[in-house]
């Protein structure tokens, strides 16, 4: 059985840091992507970077490239989300999520495996 499981969320300043870790278990994910997604109140839920755990490849969206890095731990089997330069825009519960697709990461619809989300608040 599948589990993902978040950590890291909080209320943070404009222009702060924060590190979201994903914690995946349950099976062998050498050969999945693993996703961040984000839903702000009102809005659909949007990718947000990706990292396949075999050979370390990222994506990201645009209004987070240079300010997000995505990075899994094989040893911990974790995958982290560093957010630099945080906005208010960025406010949003984060997902993790995983899929067995190397490609198309970044739609929502092809990860069969989530976790329960983890708040992150910017205030301005």
């Known amino acids: 059985q599948v589990q993902l499981v978040e950590s890291g969320g909080g209320l943070v300043q404009a222009g702060d840091s924060l590190r979201l870790s994903c914690a995946a278990s349950?099976?062998?994910?050498?050969?999945?992507?693993m996703g961040w997604f984000r839903q702000a109140p009102g809005k659909e839920r949007e990718f947000v970077a990706a990292?396949?755990?075999?050979?370390?490849?990222?994506y990201y969206t645009d209004s987070v490239k240079g300010r997000f890095a995505i990075a899994r731990d094989n040893a911990k089997n974790t995958v982290d989300l560093q957010m630099n330069s945080l906005k208010p825009e960025d406010t949003a519960v984060y997902y993790c999520?995983?899929?067995?697709?190397?490609?198309?990461?970044?739609?929502?619809?092809?990860?069969?495996?989530w976790g329960q989300g983890t708040q992150v608040t910017v205030s301005s």
């Open positions: 999520a995983a899929t067995p697709r190397l490609e198309r990461t970044t739609t929502r619809t092809y990860y069969p495996y």
């Open positions: 349950g099976r062998t994910f050498s050969g999945h992507t």
């Open positions: 990292i396949r755990w075999s050979s370390g490849s990222t």
